[in-house]
Nanobody, 118 residues
Framework: QVQLVESGGGLVQAGGSLRLSCAAS????????MGWYRQVPGKQREFVAS???????TYSDSVKGRFTISRDNAKNTVYLSMNSLKPEDTAVYYC????????????WGQGTQVTVSS
């Protein structure tokens, strides 16, 4: 099992910045891709960004150029630096991790609220 603990959410004005962190613990051997999703009430959870163990990154078009995902493999931690935040970025942000150990496992964090005021 892998446990994920997110931190760094909060309230920020439009144009501001926040940095989210997600630390994995437990059976972290063979963690592969790490990423972030977000969800607003009444809508489906949507992909934000992901990063492979080797550092290859992928972003949704809505955050490309404003958000940066990074990871520290030694600390089993993934980060999301969010700049130029917009009110439409307001959501609960969830950490997502894949682990390949014979079969592919997927884990989710509990979510952290990000609110961007206009």
């Amino acid at each position: 099992q892998v446990q994920l603990v997110e931190s760094g959410g909060g309230l920020v004005q439009a144009g501001g910045s926040l940095r989210l962190s997600c630390a994995a613990s437990g059976s972290t051997f063979r963690i592969n891709d790490m990423g972030w999703y977000r969800q607003v009430p009444g809508k489906q959870r949507e992909f934000v960004a992901s990063i492979s163990r080797g550092g290859t990154t992928t972003y949704s078009d809505s955050v490309k150029g404003r958000f940066t995902i990074s990871r520290d493999n030694a600390k089993n931690t993934v980060y999301l630096s969010m700049n130029s935040l917009k009110p439409e970025d307001t959501a609960v942000y969830y950490c997502n991790v894949y682990k390949l150990d014979g079969i592919l496992y997927e884990y989710w964090g509990q979510g952290t609220q990000v609110t961007v005021s206009s």
